[in-house]
Each structure stands twice: as C-alpha cells, then as structure tokens.
C-alpha cells in the first residue's frame, strides 16, 4: 500500500513554497520522497532547510508570476535539475480585499495574472514537457471562492472560479497525455492569506461558527491530498475539485 505513495526518484515544481500552504506541501512531497523546485518571488530558505533534513534535493527559483515573462525560464531550469519535472503544483496566489465599488484595474491584474495567466502557461509548459514523457502531475491551488462568491474579493473570486473551469478543460485534453490535473480546494485556513480576517473578531468568530470542525485548517492539513494527488494512487483521478475545508461546504 505505501508504494501508491511513494515519491522517491520523483521531482516536483511548487510555486510560492516559501511559506504558508505551498511550504507545507513541498515538505509533504519531500516527506513522501520528491525533490523539489521552489519558485518563487521570495527566497525559500526555511523551506530548502526543512527539505534538505529529510535527505531530499531543493532548488529555489527566483520569479514574479504577476507577468509570464519568467516562466519558461522558470521551466527550463525546473527540468534541468533534476532531467524531469514529474510533478507541478500551482500554489502561489495572491488576495486583494476592497469593496467591489472600490477594486482598481491594479488590483484586478494583479489578481488575475498571478491566479490564474501564469497559472495556465506555467502549466501549458510543464504540460508540453509531461506529454512527451507521456505522464505527469498537476495540482492546482483553488479555493472555497471556486464554488462560492465570498465577501470584498471579487478579482480573488473570480480567478478561483475560473481556475476550478480551468482544472476542467485542462484534465478533459491532457488525460489522454498521462497527465493528472485536480486541483485542492482549500477551506480557511491560518497562513498571511487569511491574516486579515483573523483579526477582524466579527469575521473570524463568524467564519469559525460556521466549520463543523471546529477549527481553522493548518496547513499540514493539506498534506495528505498533496501527496495523494502527486502519486499513482491518484492515476484515475482528473479533473477533480478536492475540498480541505474543516466541513464548510458541507454546511
Ligand atoms: P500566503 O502565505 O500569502 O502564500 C502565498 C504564496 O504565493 C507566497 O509564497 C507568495 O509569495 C506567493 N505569491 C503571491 N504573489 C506572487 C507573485 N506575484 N509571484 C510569485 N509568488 C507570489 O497564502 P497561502 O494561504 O499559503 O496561499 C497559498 C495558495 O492557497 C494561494 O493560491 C491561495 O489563494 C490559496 N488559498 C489559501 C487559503 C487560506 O485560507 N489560506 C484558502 C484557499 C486557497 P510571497 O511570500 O513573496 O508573498
């Protein structure tokens, strides 16, 4: 049975692994036996420090994905260090909160061209490179606000809603091509992403009542599907939407 889970001899690519959720997963990975490719725009030491300790290779990749100037570069340099990328996870994503009345055309670009352009062409590249190896890995990073409106965050929600459609479409070709997409969709959970919100009491006491868990999620909670959705265990899933979320959806 641990075979289904086994990462070793694997390399996996994971965008905004410097903290938060995307450290999380790449240490789950590693757990499971990948190296692993940080990108990112801020360097991932702690994360490399913690990869290095469980015996496993890590590279940081400097890179902004606000533009999709630096991602085939980001690509190359991915494949090259190890000869093969066999798993990718777009995780970097950024959150603007302001009224809708209010959201510039600042806000929403940044928004958009992080969550959801780099995300498609990061993907489109690795995918080129998956196909002609005949199989692969991606595990998109998509949100409660895939499925649900949310409350000032209309760029956020927009580009999750979109990248849920995106999963979709991608998993519908690539299937036939060995490469795996399904995305993670994460409930609330305590990273710099939902800072605001935790200090808002009203909000936070709000959205806490409303978890049948009981709890914010940590992002160790992640791990488990991470590490499903990069191995074989995971062969026949496509083009799923797998909520993490303490229970919310249920609701
Ligand atoms: P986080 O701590 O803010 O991490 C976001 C990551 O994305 C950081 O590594 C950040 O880099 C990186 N990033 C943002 N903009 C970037 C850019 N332009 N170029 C390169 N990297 C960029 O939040 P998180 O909660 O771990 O978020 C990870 C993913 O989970 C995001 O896609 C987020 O939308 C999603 N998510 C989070 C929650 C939650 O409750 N926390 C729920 C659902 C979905 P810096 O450190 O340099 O800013």
């Known amino acids: 049975m641990s075979d289904l889970f086994n990462l070793h ?17 790449a ?21 490399a420090d913690r990869v290095r300790a469980l015996g496993r290779r890590c590279l940081f990749l400097q890179a902004d994905f606000g533009s999709t100037a630096p991602l085939q ?29 209010d959201v ?10 992080t969550n959801l352009r780099s995300v498609f062409f990061l993907s489109q590249a690795l995918a080129r490179h998956m196909a002609a190896r005949g199989a692969g890995k991606i595990i998109n990073v998509a949100s409660l606000l895939s499925f649900q409106g949310g409350v000032r965050v209309p760029a956020y929600t927009a580009s999750k809603s979109a990248l849920a459609g995106m999963t979709r479409a991608l998993a519908n070709e690539w299937a036939a091509l060995g490469i ?12 710099n992403n939902t800072t605001a919100l935790r200090e808002d009491a009203g909000r936070s006491a709000a959205i806490l009542a409303r978890i049948p868990a009981g709890r914010w999620g940590r992002p160790d909670d992640l791990a488990g599907i991470a590490v499903f959705l990069a191995s074989r265990a995971s062969d026949y899933v496509h083009g799923a939407l797998m909520p993490v979320d303490g229970g919310w959806l249920a609701r």
């Open 27 to 47: 240490v789950a990975l590693a757990e499971a036996g990948a190296d692993i490719v940080a990108a990112g725009r801020s360097a991932a030491d702690d994360t």
């Open 104 to 113: 510039t055309e600042e806000d929403w670009d940044a928004v958009l061209n």
């Open 73 to 101: 570069a980001v690509a190359d340099a991915a494949i090259a260090f190890n000869g093969g990328i066999d798993i990718l996870v777009n995780n970097a994503g950024t959150i603007r909160r302001a009224d809708s009345l």
């Open 9 to 25: 001899g694997r390399t996996a690519l994971v965008t905004g692994a410097n903290t938060g959720l995307g450290q999380a997963i």
């Open 180 to 191: 795996n997409v399904n995305a993670i969709a994460p409930g609330y959970f305590e990273t």
